[in-house]
């Protein structure tokens, strides 16, 4: 994703330099398995917050009552609005089996919703290879402008674990790579690319069907 007016809204409230994030997303995993039980392909979910989610809804002029509901021809407008995304952008999901990283395709079947004050959107990507045994997925932003939280994991017939982020650490990291950032450099417009510190690891393993 690369936003545009949404983003210019939300960097004249970042405060002082290296108050990140700006945006906070939940994200819903679903793991999707081949015949033969591999992991072939991920649903990702993400719930947008409420602020960034209006200002969103707002810059496009939808729900102009401000019901907090779209009607069918303002749901069929949101549709992909996250979805046209740049040439090698990596979509923030990352899979590996193992240790060994493992491509994603773009995304799709793409389909978004406002509910409750969010606009929740997902789509799925799929594996450059299936993957049998031990498969890691990371959600996250490398700028740490928008903070990914994983709160729900789905995988039928596998055992799945959510590791936390040493936070303590990550955060003494970022601190230190900050203080060698010169005091006139604009540290919004190149924030160092931190965001893996703070991303949590999500372990699937799934045996055969």
Known sequence: MRWTMAV????????????????FME????????????????????TYDPFFSLVLITERGLDPDADGVLTEAETAALQG?????EPGFPGDTYAFAGERA??????????????????ISSHIRDLAEPVAGLLVVK????????EYTIREVTAEGC?????????????????AILAEIPADMD??????????LFAQEVRVTCGAL
């Open 8 to 23: 210019v809204a939300l960097m004249g409230l970042g405060g002082p330099a290296g108050a990140h994030p700006h945006v």
């Open 139 to 146: 959600n996250y932003d490398p700028t740490y402008y928008t």
């Open 159 to 175: 055992e799945t674990e959510v590791i936390a982020p040493e936070l303590s650490e990550a955060e003494r990291e970022l601190q």
């Open 81 to 85: 609005f996250d979805m046209a995304w």
């Open 187 to 196: 540290v919004e417009m190149g924030f160092p690319e931190v965001g893996a």
């Open 27 to 46: 994200t819903a995993l679903e793991v999707i398995r081949d015949e033969a039980g591999r992991a072939s392909a991920l649903r990702v979910t993400w």
């Open 102 to 119: 493992v491509e994603l395709s773009g995304p799709r079947a793409g389909v978004a919703r406002y509910e409750g004050g969010q606009i």
